[in-house]
């Protein structure tokens, strides 16, 4: 087997040539389905960060892959997007396994931390420290037939799901947007999910101006490339819930969803759910990306799991020793009766790695 090379460019100097290399591997493989791996994505949060590059990987004269990341300045790199990414993975033919660790290597990336990459994937599973399934609703053959799949096994809480627009119907006229472009609809995701953030002691996401300039910019752009989609529902003109997604060709992953508190009684969350399944399937949409976890409401309207891996790949050097002796010292230190303190290095290593892929370290 030919040796891989491999070119580090930003997303703005990827050729004509490379670009329709991209596109035809989403076509052709049946993995890369997810809107997080379009181009249009990659060149979003580009234009939201600096620091995000692509290798361009080669045998001899042929292009066999992409694998694009967001690299700190000492050698540590992750995702693009780093803590708002939800799934990554390499572009590629199916059936073609590069080895992440010469890529990195030649890219002088020391560590590079992963979490919600394809578990199908020959690299992630190598390197792989747990695997969860991320959930997926099945809405390929609309959403009629949906309903009558999951209505059995989803039990109550898909019933009282699916019921949810009719009861808050109840209480006045509802007016839903699949695609809704007004700007005071994005000005109420960002108050209603910091309100949250502040109050579930989480890092406030939109007060990053790097995180509004992504979502704006997604906002602006073709679905065919990977796009924003905000979808919102009103009660008698007033906003009760919106929702941004991120949109490919045939596939929406859930994202920021809110609403407001005053509305909470009435669920409108589940009724903006159930609302832009039914739109998605009208609109070409084949399923819907939930993400993993184990909330009951996930559980309940998934129609399957895919597999998500989460784990890091090292290479000698100062930042991949430091990140192999912290998961050494948890994992070794996991059987003995010390308590939370058995986690703590693992935990401070990736408490270090959460601020700065916030904060662009």
């Known amino acids: 087997m030919q040796m891989l090379s491999v070119e580090l460019k930003s997303p703005q100097t990827l050729s004509d040539e490379e670009r329709a290399a991209w596109r035809g591997m989403l076509t052709s493989n049946p993995f890369l389905v997810s809107p997080y791996l379009t181009l249009g994505y990659v060149d979003a949060v580009s234009h939201a960060r600096p620091d995000i590059k692509v290798a361009v990987i080669r045998r001899g004269d042929r292009i066999a892959g992409f694998f694009a990341f967001q690299k700190g300045p000492m050698g540590h790199a992750r995702a693009p997007g780093g803590v708002v990414n939800d799934c990554h993975a390499v572009i590629c033919a199916p059936g073609e396994d590069i080895a992440l660790s010469h890529v990195l290597t030649q890219t002088g990336v020391e560590v590079f931390d992963f979490k919600d990459c394809l578990a199908a994937q020959a690299p992630f599973r190598r390197h792989a420290e747990f695997l969860e399934g991320g959930w997926i609703i099945d809405i390929s053959d609309g959403f009629d037939a949906y309903v009558a799949q999951r209505k059995k096994p989803g039990g109550n809480t898909f019933r009282s799901a699916i ?22 609809t994005l000005e109420a995701l960002y108050a209603w999910k910091s309100a949250q953030y502040r109050e579930s002691g989480f890092p406030d996401l939109f007060a990053l101006k790097w995180v509004r300039d992504l979502i704006e910019q997604l906002w602006r752009q073709d679905r065919a490339e990977g796009a924003g989609l905000m979808s919102t529902l009103e009660l008698d003109g007033r906003l009760a819930a919106v929702h941004f997604g991120l949109i490919g060709p045939t596939v929406l992953h859930s994202w920021f969803p809110a609403y407001d508190p005053e509305f909470a009684h009435l669920t409108p969350g589940n009724a903006l759910l159930i609302e832009m399944l039914q739109a998605g399937a009208e609109a070409g949409v084949r399923e819907v990306h939930m993400g993993p976890g184990d909330q009951r409401q996930k559980q309940a309207m998934g129609s399957f799991q895919e597999g998500l891996a989460t784990g890091c790949i090292t290479r000698p050097g100062l930042v991949g020793w430091a990140r192999q002796a912290a998961g050494y010292i948890e994992k070794t230190a996991e059987p003995l009766p010390l308590g939370p303190l058995a986690r703590a290095p693992g935990k401070a290593f990736r408490k270090i790695d959460r601020i700065a892929a916030l904060y662009g370290v």
């Open 163 to 184: 019921g949810a627009p009719k009861k808050l119907a109840k209480e006045g006229e509802l007016t839903f947007r699949f695609d809704d472009r007004r700007p005071e």
